[in-house]
């Protein structure tokens, strides 16, 4: 049957925005539509295999140098690392218009672009070929809402330290306390936006709305990663605030995540490996070989962590632990902003990526301890019966994985959205605890201690992470469902 219409993607950059936005592509499929995903020509590695066998999407590779940071006329960000050359955005913005005016000079343009809002610089590009434009958030619908809700009330200014605002329209359970509003984006930009990575915007500046109203302005809907189960009232309250469709259309994790909720699921049939020192069967093997829900597994993504005094005392805090446990530890971890040698995906020759490693940890725990270095089967070990608790940074990605196969969070923000969606955790689904109550100051080892013992021992924590994994369990959720079709019915008016 031939497709209805064309719908182009159009990710930012870094493995958070690339993967959800391809399993959008291959959820648009399902409806008879032709997706096409344009990336620049170095991040089709980053593309997991199995895409091929979808032939309605298909990925348009445009030449350019490497990952944009925005462009010049948005802030730049304070950094002793290499910055990107200014002109890619340029390139890729040309090689669009290129393609635009190539495969749609005799026929109609696309249905419309669904455009990750950290792309919102391209907008122009897309209006002039009349194509509509539909803004994409790859992060959660809290994030989004208490941005914006908190501008309302102008909650500028630090409350006392025993007084909560609730913010109207919204859950009690996420009402901003004097700590909330203490805490800031340190050693990491202070909440510019990065390169690559996790959704960015906050904290916005004081008095300004959230960065993502101007990002978002002139589209005919917002598409955001969660679904109605998970953050309802948030996606109601954006909903009723904008005027415009708010779709709920994730959690946009792999086919397989969705057909292996009781079983394990190995990352290599739908992610793409890169260099680590333990294979995945070596992994599960260490695993296999641990008791049920006794393993904590410490990992901060690929992009932002601690800082170096911080890794020095998640190290000593883990030695001194009873639990098993396996920590991740990228290259370069313990330095501010992304990784050297990985712009957007492009390696940099020559780049130094010393980062952290936690001399002499593995010797003194044995096998008790598993130590990574790079990449991680993340599925895997999150799907894992021996898995019982995740301290991790709290990026949206890896809280939905998390959610979805019932492991409580022990949750360590570094920056941006992702104090919010560790109050959603904490606060609002109760299925985690904090690393520590006042994250304006360095995080101790006996935080992380207390921390650790809290998210592994708590019976309740626990019970409620598994009754909300309920939500999972009969696959991709029907509200999601509901607002592609509800997306699709709009664009086609």
């Given at each position: 049957m031939e497709a209805v219409t064309d719908i182009l993607v159009l990710p930012f950059f870094g493995q958070g925005h690339l993967f959800p936005c391809v399993e959008l592509c291959k959820h648009f499929s399902s409806y008879n539509c032709r997706s096409l995903l344009i990336i620049p020509s170095h991040l089709s590695s980053s593309l997991p295999s199995n895409l091929r066998h979808y032939?309605?999407?298909?990925?348009?590779?445009?030449?350019?140098?490497?990952?944009p940071f925005p462009p010049p006329d948005m802030p730049k960000r304070e950094s002793s690392r290499p910055r990107p050359g200014v002109h890619h955005h340029q390139e890729l913005g040309l090689g669009i218009e290129s393609f635009l005016s190539e495969r749609y000079v005799n026929a109609p343009p696309p249905g419309c672009v669904v455009m990750d809002v950290m792309m919102s610089w391209s907008k122009d590009i897309f209006r002039r070929a009349n194509v509509p434009i539909v803004s994409f958030f790859t992060s959660g619908a809290c994030s989004t809402a208490m941005e914006h809700a908190a501008w309302t009330a102008h909650v500028d200014d630090m409350l006392p330290d025993d007084e909560i605002r609730i913010l109207s329209g919204l859950p009690e359970t996420v009402?901003?306390?004097?700590?909330?509003?203490?805490?800031?984006?340190?050693?990491?930009g202070g909440g510019k936006p990065q390169p690559h990575g996790g959704m960015n915007f906050g904290p916005p500046t004081p008095g300004q709305p959230p960065r993502w109203l101007d990002e978002a302005e002139g589209s005919?809907?917002?598409l955001i990663n969660t679904c109605d189960d998970l953050e309802g009232p948030f996606l109601e309250y954006l909903a009723g605030q904008i005027q415009k469709p708010v779709l709920g259309v994730g959690p946009l994790l792999p086919e397989k995540y969705w057909k292996s909720t009781s079983s394990v699921l190995h990352d290599r049939d739908s992610r793409p490996s890169r260099e680590s020192n333990y294979t995945e069967d070596e992994v599960i093997q260490w695993l296999d070989s641990k008791q049920t829900r006794s393993v904590i597994y410490v990992s901060f993504g690929s992009e932002v962590g601690p800082t170096l005094d911080e890794y020095d005392e998640l190290a000593d805090a883990l030695g001194e632990s009873n639990w098993q446990f396996i920590w991740v530890i990228q290259p370069g971890s313990g330095k501010p902003?992304?990784?050297?040698?990985?712009?957007?995906?492009?390696?940099?020759?020559?780049?130094?990526?010393?980062?952290?490693?936690?001399?002499?940890?593995?010797?003194?725990?044995?096998?008790?301890?598993?130590?990574?270095?790079?990449?991680?089967?993340q599925l895997l070990i999150l799907g894992h019966p021996s898995t019982g608790g995740f301290l991790s940074h709290s990026g949206w990605?890896?809280?939905?994985?998390?959610?979805?196969?019932?492991?409580?969070?022990?949750?360590?923000p570094i920056r941006g959205d992702q104090f919010y969606n560790a109050k959603l955790v904490v606060k609002h689904l109760k299925v985690g605890h904090m690393v520590s109550d006042d994250l304006s100051e360095m995080v101790k080892k006996c935080d992380i201690i207390r921390g650790i013992e809290l998210v592994m021992g708590d019976g309740e924590v626990h019970?409620?992470?598994i009754a909300l994994r309920s939500i999972f369990e009969a696959g991709y959720p029907s509200s999601s469902t509901a607002s592609l079709k509800?997306?699709?019915e709009l664009i086609s008016k």
């Open positions: 032939p309605l999407v298909e990925v348009l590779h445009i030449p350019a140098s490497y990952s009402a901003l306390s004097y700590s909330d509003l203490k805490r800031r984006d340190q050693h990491h005919i809907a917002l902003g992304p990784p050297a040698n990985f712009l957007g995906g492009k390696p940099v020759p020559n780049a130094r990526e010393e980062g952290y490693y936690p001399q002499g940890l593995q010797e003194k725990v044995g096998n008790r301890g598993l130590i990574i270095k790079g990449w991680a089967p990605n890896s809280t939905v994985e998390a959610i979805g196969r019932g492991i409580p969070i022990l949750a360590w019970d409620r992470a509800a997306l699709i």
